[in-house]
């Protein structure tokens, strides 16, 4: 193993032992930056990787993600778009154990409209390392869904949208988990057409879920994915200027990203679909050949 590449998310945390640019080992835990104090982060991340060291070195660990916000282990700036995904310096956490030291990777900001990111910067900078000369849009689906526009190597502008959170919310907590369960993939895509066709309405729609449970009997199966469907459907009428006239590369895991690439394919938009794990670890091989190049240059 020459170093460690770590994803530390809101709700999880993944570990990969690197030989050069490739993976050997992989290990996860749910221990995320939202359930951690400060002082928390190293001794989850040794309950983890403990296994991985040993007292005859220090091995180097590259991270991305939420760890690096202001609530996170040590805070990495932003750095404002537009600009290269990754560039500048990494931030060093604040860990005690000799035998690993880990460099957060900056997330970027974006003054109008405000918006930021942490995680995603690294793994468009892993996509267009994949894909050289790739300019276009990346949507990258999740808690917090992302779209971003590359030009010549630098993300230009991006916007936040909260979809994936709503719908745990709506769906988990709301008056509408009384009839929620399931999924049904004709109510996805009537869902989608309303949300795209009248995004105005979408609050409205929302209720008219429960109602139908209520009066109609609507299957929960239908209306879980009809509430999925919505709520992308809303996304996708905003993000138009987007992915409007573009072509757009889905970078994500799983069913969610499926569900981007078949929507955006419906709509005649040139979409191709990719893994976020990938794109992940070659970002953050990106982060580390910088740092040591930067750190051979200095000596």
């Not at 690294?122 to 050289?132: D, K, S, V």
């Not at 004709?186 to 869902?191: E, I, P, T």
């Not at 996708?236 to 799983?254: C, M």
């Not at 990938?278 to 000596?299: I, M």
């Amino acid at each position: 193993m020459d170093w460690i590449a770590l994803d530390w998310g809101g709700s999880h945390l993944r570990a990969w032992a690197m030989v050069g640019d490739k993976p050997v080992a992989h290990l996860a835990d749910d221990c995320g930056t939202g359930t951690l104090s400060r002082g928390e982060f190293g001794p989850a991340l040794l309950a983890l990787v403990g296994e991985w060291l040993d007292d005859t070195r220090c091995i180097p660990a590259y991270a991305c993600g939420m760890l690096g916000s202001r609530q996170g282990w040590v805070e990495a700036p932003y750095r404002a778009v537009p600009c290269a995904p990754l560039g500048g310096g990494l931030v060093a956490a604040p860990q005690t154990d000799p035998r690993i030291q880990v460099h957060v990777v900056p997330g970027l900001k974006q003054a109008r409209p405000a918006d930021v990111m942490r995680g995603e910067e690294t793994q468009i900078a892993g996509f267009l390392a994949l894909n050289p000369g790739w300019d276009g849009v990346i949507c990258l689906p999740g808690t917090h869904s992302k779209w971003a526009h590359v030009s010549a190597g630098e993300v230009v502008s991006f916007q936040t949208f909260l979809t994936g959170e709503s719908f745990a919310l709506l769906s988990d907590r709301s008056v509408l988990r009384h009839g929620m369960a399931g999924w049904d993939e004709a109510g996805f895509d009537a869902g989608l057409a309303q949300g795209l066709d009248r995004p105005d309405r979408l609050l409205s729609r929302l209720f008219t879920l429960r109602a139908e449970g209520l009066l109609d009997g609507l299957d929960p199966a239908t209306a879980r994915a009809r509430l999925s469907g919505l709520l992308i459907g809303a996304e996708l009428a905003a993000a138009k200027p987007y992915w409007l006239g573009q072509r757009v590369a889905v970078l994500g895991a799983g069913d969610l990203a499926a569900l981007y690439a078949r929507a955006l394919d419906g709509l005649s938009v040139p979409v191709s679909a990719h893994t976020a794990e990938a794109a992940t670890l070659a970002g953050l091989a990106a982060a580390r050949a910088a740092h040591v190049k930067d750190a051979q240059c200095a000596t």
